[in-house]
């Protein structure tokens, strides 16, 4: 853009605001790479592009994630419908998570920390 010295666009990546998935936490730690493409493009087409903030969340299990009362697309319980994916409870009870699970959650992290610093080096 001529005269924009000063712009930059802002992303807010995440996953668990759309359609939602039955795959282990495992499943999603590539999917940052998606992110790294679509950050790498506005940076090259427009010009400085960042990521304003990201969640581990991959799907909307979270309390209140949706707001009080509204539950939760993944039980199928939103307020707009949607098929029931399977039980949040495997998802919010911390204290269950098994090695695996923690390791996935970090690889997801890093991979999406990873994604998005890519981006920026363009």
């Known amino acids: 853009m001529r005269g924009a010295d000063r712009l930059t666009l802002d992303t807010h990546p995440y996953r668990c605001f759309g359609g939602q998935s039955d795959q282990p936490m495992a499943g999603h730690v590539r999917a940052p790479c998606e992110w790294a493409q679509e950050v790498a493009a ?9 990521a304003g903030e990201w969640s581990n969340a991959v799907n909307d299990c979270g309390l ?13 319980t ?14 919010t009870d911390y204290a269950r ?8 959650i970090m690889g997801y992290s890093l991979s999406t920390m990873d994604a998005l610093k890519v981006c920026l080096e363009y």
């Open 64 to 76: 209140f994630l949706n707001g009080v009362g509204l539950g939760t697309r993944y039980e199928g």
């Open 42 to 50: 506005s940076t090259n087409g427009f010009g400085l592009t960042n």
């Open 97 to 104: 998570y098994t090695p695996e699970m923690k390791r996935a």
């Open 78 to 91: 939103f307020i707009e419908p949607s098929p029931r994916i399977g039980s949040c409870s495997e998802w």
